[in-house]
C-alpha cells in the first residue's frame, strides 16, 4: 500500500523499521471504515477476535490474551534516560544504548510472513494545540481496532502533522509472546517506545500509559505543561453554569466511578448535573488568562470489566454497548454475549472462561473473567460525555482532588492552604493495601500524584515542575484531597460513597467559589459540619463528625512514612516539600502537647 505522508522523517523511520522487522506486507492505517471493516474480517477468520451477538453488542468483539500476559509488568517496564539520575529513584532504568541493542536483537525479522500495520494517530483532539502525534508500528490487529477506539487515527492526522518531527515513534510487535523477552522500553529524549512479545492492551495500546504518560510527562517538563493521571469531570449546577475539576487516585479508589458519577436523586431534581470529560488522563497547561485548562487526549475509555454494573457504574456499562472490545473476560456460548463477576447475578452455565476452557458460571468455583479482563469502549458512547469532550480549548479547571484509601488518617476531605501546600499532599498521596490486593492489610503504599508507576523522569524534578507551574499561574485550581474509604471500629465504611460523593464535589465547587468558610487544621482547611449537605442522606451527625476529625496520633505515624518515602527520592526533593512536611509535623506536635495540657 502506497505511503499515506511524505514527510521524511516519518518514512526514514518507516523504512528503519521494516528492514528491522522484515514484514512480509505493509498497511497504512487511514482510519476509514471500509479498511477496518476488512480487518475486523481478518481477525474474525484468523480467531484473532470473535464477533458478539450483532443484537445485544452491535460493532462489538471478543479477544483473548495469554495466561501469562494479562496486565501491565511494572518488572518488565523501563525509562531509557542516558542518565540514571534521570529516570530517578522511582522508575526501572536501562542504558538507552543497552535497551535498543536488546530490542533490535528481540525484533530482528519479527514479522516475517506478517503484515506491519501503521497508525498514525493524535493524542487530543486533532489540530488543537494541547495535541501531540504518534506513530504506532504493530503486527496485530486487535492493536489496530483499539487504537481506532482509545485515539483518532488516519490521513486526517497525518495532514495535521505535516513535515514537522515532532511525533512519537512507537515500535510493538507480539514476536513470539515469550514473557522472558516481554520488554517495554521508553526512550524519552527520543519521542520512542518499544514494546515486544505482548498482546495485552496495557503494554501494547502506545498511546495510553506509554504515551500519555510516561513520555508525554518528560515532554511536559520540557515543553511547561503537564500530564498526569487524572479524569476530568464537570459540575453543573440548576443555573447552567459548569465547573471542571480534575482528580487523581491510585488503583482501587473510585476514580472511573467518579468519572462517571450520577448525583443523588435529591440533586437531579434541583437541576444538577454531572458531564465526563475524561476518565483516566488530562493534559494540562496555561492559558492567557492564567487558568489551568486541561484535554482528556484519549478518545476512548480502557476499562476493568469484573465489577462494572448498572447499579456500580451505569454510565460505564452503557459505553461498552457497541462498537466495544471486551478483553479476557467470560464468553456465552448460548447467545454469542459476555459476562464478568458482579456484572450481574446471572451468570451463563454454557459459556467459555477467559482461557478458553468450558465454564459453567452457575457451578464452577472458578472466575470466567479474568480480574484484569478488559473492556475498550468509544467515550461518545458514554451517556454523561460533556460536549466539551474534544473542544481543542480544553475545559477550565476550578479545583484538582487528591484521593486515597485510608482507614483513620485522612477524613472525608480537606483543602491544601496554597498551592505549594496542595503539591506535598500529592506528593504524599497513599493508600492502604486491602487483603485482596496483598494479603497484608493496612499496608501503605505511596502513589504519589497517582503517577508513580507512570512517570517519565525523576521523581523530585517531577515535583519541582508541579512548583513552577504553580508560580506561572495568577489562578491556579485549589487542592483538595478526598478519602471515601474511612471505617469505624468495626471496620465498616462510615461514608456511603458512590453517588453520595457529590455532595463533597459540591462543597469543593462552594470552596472555589467562597461561598463557604472553613475550620483551619493542623492540615489544611476542613468543612464545617452543616456545610457537607446530608439531606436524604441516613448519616448521624456524630458519624458526619468523625469523618471530618484529625486523629493526630494515626498523622504523627504516616508522618514517619512519608519520611521514609522521601528518603527515597532523594537529593532531588524539593526543599519545598521538606518545608511543608516540617510544617505539618510542628502543627500535630503542637496539637498533641495542647490535648495532653
Same mark, same amino acid.
Given at each position: 500500500?502506497?505511503?499515506?505522508?511524505?514527510?521524511?522523517?516519518?518514512?526514514?523511520?518507516?523504512?528503519?523499521?521494516?528492514?528491522?522487522?522484515?514484514?512480509?506486507?505493509?498497511?497504512?492505517?487511514?482510519?476509514?471504515?471500509?479498511?477496518?471493516?476488512?480487518?475486523?474480517?481478518?481477525?474474525?477468520?484468523?480467531?484473532?477476535?470473535?464477533?458478539?451477538?450483532?443484537?445485544?453488542?452491535?460493532?462489538?468483539?471478543?479477544?483473548?490474551?495469554?495466561?501469562?500476559?494479562?496486565?501491565?509488568?511494572?518488572?518488565?517496564?523501563?525509562?531509557?534516560?542516558?542518565?540514571?539520575?534521570?529516570?530517578?529513584?522511582?522508575?526501572?532504568?536501562?542504558?538507552?544504548?543497552?535497551?535498543?541493542?536488546?530490542?533490535?536483537?528481540?525484533?530482528?525479522?519479527?514479522?516475517?510472513?506478517?503484515?506491519?500495520?501503521?497508525?498514525?494517530?493524535?493524542?487530543?483532539?486533532?489540530?488543537?494545540?494541547?495535541?501531540?502525534?504518534?506513530?504506532?508500528?504493530?503486527?496485530?490487529?486487535?492493536?489496530?481496532?483499539?487504537?481506532?477506539?482509545?485515539?483518532?487515527?488516519?490521513?486526517?492526522?497525518?495532514?495535521?502533522?505535516?513535515?514537522?518531527?515532532?511525533?512519537?515513534?512507537?515500535?510493538?510487535?507480539?514476536?513470539?509472546?515469550?514473557?522472558?523477552?516481554?520488554?517495554?522500553?521508553?526512550?524519552?529524549?527520543?519521542?520512542?517506545?518499544?514494546?515486544?512479545?505482548?498482546?495485552?492492551?496495557?503494554?501494547?495500546?502506545?498511546?495510553?500509559?506509554?504515551?500519555?504518560?510516561?513520555?508525554?510527562?518528560?515532554?511536559?517538563?520540557?515543553?511547561?505543561?503537564?500530564?498526569?493521571?487524572?479524569?476530568?469531570?464537570?459540575?453543573?449546577?440548576?443555573?447552567?453554569?459548569?465547573?471542571?475539576?480534575?482528580?487523581?487516585?491510585?488503583?482501587?479508589?473510585?476514580?472511573?466511578?467518579?468519572?462517571?458519577?450520577?448525583?443523588?436523586?435529591?440533586?437531579?431534581?434541583?437541576?444538577?448535573?454531572?458531564?465526563?470529560?475524561?476518565?483516566?488522563?488530562?493534559?494540562?497547561?496555561?492559558?492567557?488568562?492564567?487558568?489551568?485548562?486541561?484535554?482528556?487526549?484519549?478518545?476512548?475509555?480502557?476499562?476493568?470489566?469484573?465489577?462494572?454494573?448498572?447499579?456500580?457504574?451505569?454510565?460505564?456499562?452503557?459505553?461498552?454497548?457497541? +462498537?466495544?472490545? *471486551? #478483553?479476557?473476560? &467470560?464468553? $456465552?456460548?448460548?447467545?454469542?454475549?459476555?459476562? %464478568? @463477576?458482579?456484572? /450481574?447475578?446471572?451468570?451463563?452455565?454454557?459459556?467459555?472462561?477467559?482461557?478458553?476452557?468450558?465454564?459453567?458460571?452457575?457451578?464452577?468455583?472458578?472466575?470466567?473473567?479474568?480480574? +484484569?479482563?478488559? *473492556? #475498550?469502549?468509544? &467515550?461518545? $458512547?458514554?451517556?454523561?460525555?460533556?460536549?466539551? %469532550? @474534544?473542544?481543542? /480549548?480544553?475545559?477550565?479547571?476550578?479545583?484538582?482532588?487528591?484521593?486515597?484509601?485510608?482507614?483513620?488518617?485522612?477524613?472525608?476531605?480537606?483543602?491544601?492552604?496554597?498551592?505549594?501546600?496542595?503539591? *506535598?499532599?500529592?506528593?504524599?498521596?497513599?493508600?492502604?493495601?486491602?487483603?485482596?490486593?496483598?494479603?497484608?492489610?493496612?499496608?501503605?503504599?505511596?502513589?504519589?500524584?497517582?503517577?508513580?508507576?507512570?512517570?517519565?523522569?525523576?521523581?523530585?524534578?517531577?515535583?519541582?515542575?508541579?512548583?513552577?507551574?504553580?508560580?506561572?499561574?495568577?489562578?491556579?485550581?485549589?487542592?483538595?484531597?478526598?478519602?471515601?474509604?474511612?471505617?469505624?471500629?468495626?471496620?465498616?465504611?462510615?461514608?456511603?460513597?458512590?453517588?453520595?460523593?457529590?455532595?463533597?464535589?459540591?462543597?469543593?465547587?462552594?470552596?472555589?467559589?467562597?461561598?463557604?468558610?472553613?475550620?483551619?487544621?493542623?492540615?489544611?482547611?476542613?468543612?464545617?459540619?452543616?456545610?457537607?449537605?446530608?439531606?436524604?442522606?441516613?448519616?448521624?451527625?456524630?458519624?458526619?463528625?468523625?469523618?471530618?476529625?484529625?486523629?493526630?496520633?494515626?498523622?504523627?505515624?504516616?508522618?514517619?512514612?512519608?519520611?521514609?518515602?522521601?528518603?527515597?527520592?532523594?537529593?532531588?526533593?524539593?526543599?519545598?516539600?521538606?518545608?511543608?512536611?516540617?510544617?505539618?509535623?510542628?502543627?500535630?506536635?503542637?496539637?498533641?502537647?495542647?490535648?495532653?495540657?
Amino acid at each position: 500500500m502506497q505511503s499515506l505522508t511524505l514527510n521524511k522523517n516519518v518514512l526514514k523511520w518507516i523504512d528503519e523499521v521494516v528492514s528491522l522487522t522484515k514484514p512480509e506486507e505493509v498497511m497504512w492505517i487511514d482510519g476509514s471504515e471500509e479498511q477496518l471493516d476488512k480487518l475486523r474480517e481478518q481477525a474474525c477468520n484468523s480467531g484473532e477476535i470473535i464477533a458478539l451477538n450483532k443484537e445485544r453488542y452491535p460493532g462489538c468483539y471478543y479477544h483473548r490474551s495469554k495466561k501469562d500476559d494479562v496486565a501491565r509488568m511494572e518488572d518488565k517496564t523501563f525509562i531509557c534516560s542516558s542518565r540514571k539520575e534521570d529516570a530517578g529513584p522511582t522508575n526501572n532504568w536501562k542504558n538507552p544504548e543497552d535497551a535498543y541493542k536488546l530490542g533490535k536483537e528481540i525484533f530482528e525479522n519479527s514479522m516475517n510472513g506478517r503484515t506491519m500495520y501503521i497508525i498514525p494517530y493524535s493524542m487530543g483532539p486533532v489540530g488543537s494545540p494541547f495535541s501531540k502525534i504518534g506513530f504506532e508500528v504493530t503486527d496485530s490487529i486487535y492493536v489496530v481496532l483499539s487504537m481506532n477506539i482509545m485515539t483518532r487515527v488516519g490521513q486526517k492526522v497525518i495532514d495535521a502533522l505535516g513535515d514537522s518531527n515532532d511525533f512519537v515513534r512507537g515500535l510493538h510487535g507480539k514476536c513470539t509472546l515469550d514473557i522472558n523477552q516481554r520488554y517495554i522500553f521508553h526512550f524519552p529524549e527520543d519521542n520512542t517506545i518499544w514494546s515486544c512479545n505482548s498482546a495485552y492492551g496495557g503494554n501494547v495500546l502506545l498511546g495510553k500509559k506509554c504515551f500519555a504518560l510516561r513520555i508525554a510527562s518528560y515532554q511536559g517538563s520540557k515543553e511547561g505543561w503537564m500530564a498526569e493521571h487524572m479524569l476530568i469531570l464537570g459540575i453543573e449546577n440548576p443555573q447552567g453554569e459548569v465547573k471542571y475539576v480534575a482528580a487523581a487516585f491510585p488503583s482501587a479508589c473510585g476514580k472511573t466511578n467518579l468519572a462517571m458519577l450520577i448525583p443523588p436523586e435529591i440533586y437531579k431534581k434541583k437541576g444538577y448535573k454531572v458531564w465526563t470529560v475524561g476518565d483516566d488522563i488530562a493534559w494540562l497547561r496555561i492559558k492567557e488568562d492564567g487558568r489551568l485548562w486541561a484535554i482528556n487526549p484519549e478518545a476512548g475509555f480502557f476499562g476493568v470489566a469484573p465489577g462494572t454494573s448498572e447499579k456500580s457504574n451505569y454510565n460505564a456499562l452503557m459505553s461498552t454497548r457497541k +462498537n466495544a472490545i *471486551f #478483553t479476557n473476560v &467470560a464468553y $456465552n456460548l448460548d447467545d454469542d454475549t459476555i459476562w %464478568w @463477576e458482579k456484572f /450481574d447475578k446471572n451468570p451463563p452455565e454454557n459459556a467459555l472462561d477467559w482461557q478458553g476452557n468450558p465454564w459453567n458460571g452457575k457451578t464452577s468455583m472458578e472466575r470466567g473473567a479474568h480480574p +484484569n479482563s478488559r *473492556f #475498550t469502549a468509544p &467515550a461518545i $458512547n458514554c451517556p454523561c460525555i460533556s460536549k466539551e %469532550w @474534544e473542544s481543542p /480549548d480544553g475545559v477550565p479547571i476550578s479545583a484538582i482532588i487528591f484521593g486515597g484509601r485510608r482507614a483513620k488518617t485522612a477524613p472525608l476531605v480537606y483543602q491544601s492552604r496554597n498551592w505549594k501546600h496542595g503539591v *506535598f499532599v500529592g506528593s504524599t498521596l497513599a493508600s492502604e493495601t486491602t487483603a485482596a490486593a496483598s494479603g497484608k492489610i493496612g499496608v501503605v503504599r505511596r502513589d504519589p500524584m497517582a503517577m508513580l508507576p507512570f512517570c517519565g523522569y525523576n521523581m523530585g524534578d517531577y515535583f519541582s515542575h508541579w512548583l513552577e507551574m504553580g508560580e506561572k499561574m495568577s489562578n491556579p485550581p485549589k487542592i483538595f484531597h478526598v478519602n471515601w474509604f474511612r471505617t469505624n471500629d468495626n471496620s465498616e465504611f462510615m461514608w456511603p460513597g458512590y453517588g453520595e460523593n457529590f455532595r463533597v464535589l459540591e462543597w469543593i465547587i462552594n470552596r472555589c467559589e467562597n461561598k463557604v468558610d472553613a475550620d483551619i487544621a493542623e492540615i489544611g482547611f476542613i468543612p464545617r459540619e452543616e456545610d457537607i449537605n446530608t439531606e436524604g442522606l441516613d448519616i448521624k451527625d456524630e458519624v458526619l463528625q468523625e469523618l471530618l476529625s484529625i486523629d493526630i496520633d494515626s498523622w504523627l505515624d504516616d508522618v514517619k512514612s512519608i519520611e521514609e518515602f522521601y528518603k527515597k527520592i532523594g537529593e532531588t526533593l524539593p526543599k519545598e516539600l521538606r518545608e511543608e512536611l516540617t510544617v505539618l509535623k510542628c502543627n500535630l506536635n503542637n496539637a498533641m502537647e495542647e490535648s495532653i495540657a
